[in-house]
């Protein structure tokens, strides 16, 4: 069985007249973390958003479980089983945690060859954020950035995602939180989830990826297993540090 899930082969995008990815190939596997890694507007956020198709223009190939998505809208490749949570939360602030669930509510899904995907309901996902299971009810503006961060992720769980597009995880949230999510990442990866996460954080990067790509001015300099580029200080020097 072919284990690759997402692959994209000379991906090109734009915002407005600015070219801003050159040419990106990358591909994530079945139970794999991949961590596309890079400073700030390296073209990290803009490369997932290039995947999910909410680009007006892009080129290039992608395909996602043996579909062609690369002209397809952000709610094609949902369907599909492609999750995307962003940066910016977009959890919806007037409806409590359990609304903002059923808003991502999706099918059970089933492998190629099959097996049974991981199905999410809220109980699990309690589980999962037991700070999200202690509030219910609660509104999504009412919630501290690192709540609403788990919420965004939990939501997205809800569709059965097989691969989980991840944007800057760590950014900007207290350091417990880093800790769950990072857990919750393992745990995800467990249950045979694959993820591509966007980050700058080295040291959240390794704990939780297989491999990475770095970027640099919207290409890709990089590819190596995360204990290589962990190791090596020429190319975090030259593309990662600050």
């Known amino acids: 069985m072919n284990d690759v899930l997402l692959k994209a082969k000379g991906l090109a995008a734009w915002y407005g007249a600015a070219q801003i990815l050159f040419d990106v190939d990358l591909e994530v ?3 794999e973390v991949v961590a ?6 390296a073209g990290k956020s803009t490369t997932l958003k290039a995947l999910i198709g909410m680009l007006a223009r892009r080129r290039g190939s992608i395909e996602f479980m043996g579909h062609d998505i690369s002209r397809g809208e952000p709610h094609h490749a949902a369907r599909l089983g492609l999750g995307f949570v962003p940066e910016d939360r977009r959890v919806f602030t007037d409806l409590t945690v359990m609304e903002n669930l059923e808003v991502g509510r999706q099918a059970a899904r089933r492998w190629p060859d099959g097996s049974d995907a991981p199905l999410w309901v809220a109980e699990r996902l309690f589980k999962l954020f037991p700070n999200l299971g202690e509030m219910p009810g609660r509104p999504g503006g009412r919630m501290s950035g690192g709540e609403q961060q788990m919420l965004t992720v939990a939501r997205t769980l809800m569709g059965n995602p097989f691969l989980v597009l991840l944007d800057e995880p760590s950014e900007g949230v207290a350091p417990v939180i880093v800790e769950q999510m990072a857990q919750m ?10 993820i591509l996460l966007s980050e700058q954080n080295m040291h959240f990067a390794e704990l939780v990826s297989d491999r990475a790509y770095v970027l640099e001015k919207g290409q890709i300099r990089h590819e190596a297993p995360m204990t290589e580029l962990a190791a090596n200080e020429e190319v975090r020097r030259a593309y990662l540090s600050v």
């Open 185 to 194: 990442i393992l745990e995800l990866k467990s249950q045979g989830v694959s």
């Open 29 to 31: 596997r079945r139970g």
């Open 36 to 41: 596309l890694m890079g400073r700030n507007g």
